[in-house]
């Protein structure tokens, strides 16, 4: 996939498309005034034309030079690659977004493998490129004709969704983003030379923690089977990714699972989604902890440091209420429209099923614990502060949310008596999955 520049033709050539790799526009645009017909040249082997040499290099100046004298923008190479593929390959974004903006077709599939941009972008781990494709798709007239989920899902010739590329070259950033998007978790390839893998299969393969973490928590089946019969942990057995089978081993308690399937969970803003899918992470993280005890695995490099110190001055300073149902952590969602609110943790455990459980399908959207009304918005709820001015103390308070609340006598128990029986108990319709975050599932095998 060489885009080099050899056997190129006369050295005149040679030299055009030097300055084209090289991203020296005043060469380029020189050359083509005296022969015009550069810019739909290529080299002989690859047939590289000068777009695909730009796209390649990141020279987005000379390739919008290029664009402006209205050169196809697909334009395909020895291998039908476009110089879209080409930029998703090497995460140049700056030539994607040309390419795109210039009309680029982002369905189109080369001869190689027969994969699009979209699967280049994945297998490379260019998460701004994926996301850019991503969003081309949503707006474009491939949303129309093929549908933005079917394009998510996109297969190569070996049956390869863009998922299953980003899981088997462990690019967890770029399966999060897929996943997010619709991408199905449980997709299931043809061919491949490992016919019938999943996701899970590949990511266990290329031994990637924040993959295989990422796919369980998207629920990922630990028990399908690929063609040879294998559930994943026995390809990250065979591979020696300790930690990896840890997670992966059957028995080994599930993770808490993004409850994706909910209405409202599909239509959160952006900081609501952000601070639930932190703690879902988070609280798997603390299953992991006791998998890998259990197994005497240790993490290899712990992406997740206990970065800040529980700050108990700060959470002292709070005027942001204890969270009604742990009463740990401090309330960080609000429900609309009701306006209760609780911790990110609690709310997460409303949502979240066990895998286990729900083999009937019917995930019913939770009710409201405290009046029972059905939740169909959740909103980030930020921490009041007594001075208002006070950014740093802002900041501190967004950082102590998560952390316990240790100022017991100083909390504020404001609204408590709305949540409260006339007997004086608490009076909350708490489901049973409510535990869910603070105890191991059992596992029935
Ligand atoms: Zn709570
Ligand atoms: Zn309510």
Redesign the pocket.
Known sequence: MGQGLSCSGSSYDHDFFAAVQGGNLGAVETSIRSDPSLVSRTTIYDRLSALHIAAANGRVEVLSAILDRSINPDVVNRYKQTPLMLAAMHGKLACAQKLVEAGANILMFDSLNGRTCLHYAAYYGHSDCLQLILSVAQSTAVADSWGFARFVNVRDGNGATPLHLAARQAQPQCVHILLDNGALVSAVTGGYGYPGSTPLHLAARSGSLDCVRKLLAWGADRLQRDSLGRIPYNVAVKRNHGACAALLNPSAAEPLVWPSPLKFISELDPDAKALLEATLMEANREREKKIFKETSYSLPSPTHSDEAAPDDNAAEESDSELCYICFDQACNIG?QE???QMCAHCMLALCCHNKRNSISLCLSSPT?P??R?SISRLVVVKAKVKDEGDEETISKLRKSWRFKNSSEGSSSFKGLSSAMGSSGKMNLAIPDTIDMVDKPLEVHL
């Open positions: 429900i009701c306006g209760h409201c405290f009046c009304s």
